[in-house]
Protein backbone atom coordinates (compact mmCIF):
# COMPACT_ATOMS: atom_id res chain seq x y z
CA UNK A 1 0.00 0.00 0.00
CA UNK A 2 1.09 3.76 -0.74
CA UNK A 3 0.71 4.92 2.85
CA UNK A 4 3.31 2.41 3.47
CA UNK A 5 5.06 5.73 2.73
CA UNK A 6 4.34 7.81 5.93
CA UNK A 7 5.08 10.81 4.65
CA UNK A 8 2.42 9.98 2.05
CA UNK A 9 -0.29 11.42 4.07
CA UNK A 10 1.60 14.71 4.78
CA UNK A 11 2.26 14.87 0.84
CA UNK A 12 -1.83 14.79 0.51
CA UNK A 13 -2.49 17.33 2.94
CA UNK A 14 -0.28 19.39 1.78
CA UNK A 15 -1.40 19.43 -1.73
CA UNK A 16 -5.19 20.08 -0.91
CA UNK A 17 -3.69 22.78 1.40
CA UNK A 18 -1.88 24.38 -1.69
CA UNK A 19 1.45 24.45 -0.08
CA UNK A 20 4.57 25.16 -1.90
CA UNK A 21 6.62 22.35 -3.76
CA UNK A 22 10.03 22.00 -1.33
CA UNK A 23 12.58 19.12 -1.06
CA UNK A 24 10.51 17.46 1.61
CA UNK A 25 8.09 16.56 -2.26
CA UNK A 26 11.50 15.62 -3.56
CA UNK A 27 12.60 12.86 -1.00
CA UNK A 28 8.99 12.02 -0.54
CA UNK A 29 9.88 10.90 -4.38
CA UNK A 30 12.76 9.48 -3.76
CA UNK A 31 11.73 7.12 -0.75
CA UNK A 32 8.62 6.09 -3.15
CA UNK A 33 10.59 5.15 -5.76
CA UNK A 34 12.70 3.22 -3.02
CA UNK A 35 9.52 1.35 -2.36
CA UNK A 36 9.00 -0.20 -5.92
CA UNK A 37 6.68 3.04 -6.90
CA UNK A 38 8.12 3.67 -10.77
CA UNK A 39 6.00 6.56 -12.76
CA UNK A 40 7.21 8.60 -15.56
CA UNK A 41 6.61 11.81 -13.35
CA UNK A 42 7.69 10.13 -9.59
CA UNK A 43 11.16 9.66 -11.43
CA UNK A 44 11.34 13.76 -12.26
CA UNK A 45 10.15 15.11 -9.08
CA UNK A 46 12.86 12.76 -7.89
CA UNK A 47 15.65 14.67 -9.68
CA UNK A 48 13.88 18.24 -9.00
CA UNK A 49 16.73 20.46 -7.38
CA UNK A 50 16.32 23.84 -6.28
CA UNK A 51 15.11 26.59 -7.46
CA UNK A 52 11.68 25.50 -7.59
CA UNK A 53 9.15 26.55 -10.07
CA UNK A 54 6.10 26.54 -8.26
CA UNK A 55 3.67 26.48 -11.76
CA UNK A 56 5.41 23.74 -12.92
CA UNK A 57 5.68 21.54 -9.77
CA UNK A 58 1.97 22.06 -8.71
CA UNK A 59 1.58 20.67 -12.40
CA UNK A 60 4.18 17.95 -11.78
CA UNK A 61 2.70 16.48 -8.68
CA UNK A 62 -0.59 16.70 -9.58
CA UNK A 63 0.78 13.90 -12.38
CA UNK A 64 2.52 12.15 -9.89
CA UNK A 65 -0.79 11.70 -7.90
CA UNK A 66 -2.57 10.53 -10.50
CA UNK A 67 -0.33 8.69 -11.80
CA UNK A 68 0.00 6.89 -8.32
CA UNK A 69 -4.02 7.01 -7.77
CA UNK A 70 -3.77 9.07 -4.78
CA UNK A 71 -6.85 10.59 -4.17
CA UNK A 72 -7.23 14.11 -2.59
CA UNK A 73 -10.77 15.34 -3.89
CA UNK A 74 -11.68 15.30 -0.34
CA UNK A 75 -10.09 17.86 1.96
CA UNK A 76 -11.56 16.85 5.26
CA UNK A 77 -10.65 13.50 4.72
CA UNK A 78 -7.15 14.60 3.66
CA UNK A 79 -6.64 16.46 6.57
CA UNK A 80 -8.08 13.69 8.90
CA UNK A 81 -5.43 10.95 7.83
CA UNK A 82 -3.06 13.55 7.98
CA UNK A 83 -3.51 14.28 12.16
CA UNK A 84 -4.82 10.73 12.93
CA UNK A 85 -1.21 9.61 10.77
CA UNK A 86 0.61 12.34 12.98
CA UNK A 87 -0.51 11.13 16.34
CA UNK A 88 -0.25 7.88 15.27
CA UNK A 89 3.22 8.14 14.71
CA UNK A 90 4.23 9.96 18.01
CA UNK A 91 5.89 6.90 20.42
CA UNK A 92 4.88 6.80 23.80
CA UNK A 93 6.38 4.34 25.09
CA UNK A 94 9.77 6.70 25.78
CA UNK A 95 6.87 9.36 26.04
CA UNK A 96 9.53 12.82 24.55
CA UNK A 97 7.50 16.17 24.98
CA UNK A 98 9.65 17.68 22.27
CA UNK A 99 8.20 14.77 19.74
CA UNK A 100 4.54 15.14 21.08
CA UNK A 101 5.24 19.21 20.52
CA UNK A 102 6.41 18.74 17.06
CA UNK A 103 3.25 16.82 16.30
CA UNK A 104 0.75 19.02 17.92
CA UNK A 105 2.95 22.24 16.57
CA UNK A 106 1.77 20.95 12.87
CA UNK A 107 -1.28 20.11 14.27
CA UNK A 108 -1.68 23.79 15.78
CA UNK A 109 -0.80 25.29 12.27
CA UNK A 110 -3.68 23.55 10.63
CA UNK A 111 -5.85 24.69 12.66
CA UNK A 112 -5.25 28.22 11.74
CA UNK A 113 -4.95 27.53 8.00
CA UNK A 114 -7.86 25.80 7.88
CA UNK A 115 -9.56 29.22 9.80
CA UNK A 116 -9.71 27.27 13.44
CA UNK A 117 -11.43 24.26 12.37
CA UNK A 118 -13.53 23.29 15.02
CA UNK A 119 -12.24 19.44 15.36
CA UNK A 120 -8.66 20.85 15.94
CA UNK A 121 -9.02 23.17 18.52
CA UNK A 122 -8.43 20.68 21.12
CA UNK A 123 -4.89 19.78 19.67
CA UNK A 124 -4.32 23.78 19.23
CA UNK A 125 -5.04 24.32 23.28
CA UNK A 126 -3.58 21.14 24.32
CA UNK A 127 -0.37 22.47 21.80
CA UNK A 128 -0.18 25.83 24.38
CA UNK A 129 -1.11 23.76 27.85
CA UNK A 130 2.08 21.87 27.25
CA UNK A 131 3.69 25.07 26.37
CA UNK A 132 3.08 26.84 29.59
CA UNK A 133 3.86 24.04 31.73
CA UNK A 134 7.54 23.63 30.37
CA UNK A 135 7.52 27.20 31.39
CA UNK A 136 5.19 27.13 34.81
CA UNK A 137 3.67 25.29 36.79
CA UNK A 138 -0.15 25.97 35.78
CA UNK A 139 -1.66 26.69 32.43
CA UNK A 140 -5.05 27.49 31.38
CA UNK A 141 -5.86 25.46 28.49
CA UNK A 142 -6.72 22.08 29.20
CA UNK A 143 -9.00 21.87 32.06
CA UNK A 144 -7.38 19.54 34.89
CA UNK A 145 -3.60 19.18 33.21
CA UNK A 146 -0.50 20.03 35.19
CA UNK A 147 2.81 18.76 35.20
CA UNK A 148 2.32 15.44 36.69
CA UNK A 149 -0.75 14.33 34.06
CA UNK A 150 0.47 15.85 31.70
CA UNK A 151 1.66 12.54 29.84
CA UNK A 152 -1.58 10.86 30.51
CA UNK A 153 -3.59 13.85 29.30
CA UNK A 154 -1.68 13.53 26.00
CA UNK A 155 -2.41 10.02 25.84
CA UNK A 156 -6.46 10.33 26.52
CA UNK A 157 -6.63 13.74 23.59
CA UNK A 158 -4.74 11.57 20.99
CA UNK A 159 -6.48 8.05 21.28
CA UNK A 160 -9.84 9.89 21.32
CA UNK A 161 -8.91 11.65 17.73
Sequence with gaps: MIHSVKSTHAILAYK??????????????????????????????AGISPPYDQFELHSLTDKVLNELHLDYGHKDQVIKNYVSYLLATTDFDHFNINEVL???REI????????????????????????????????????????ENMKEVVQQIFSEW
Excluded at 23 to 35: H, P, R, S, Y
Excluded at 122 to 136: A, E, N, P, T, V
Aim: hydrophobic content about 45%; glycine content about 4%; some cysteine.
Design 102 to 104: KAL
Design 108 to 147: RDLYLVLDQAPSLRRFYCLYYGIKDLQHDTVQWYVDGMDR
Design 16 to 45: VLNYNIDQFWVDWAVEMLMNGYDTEHLVIL
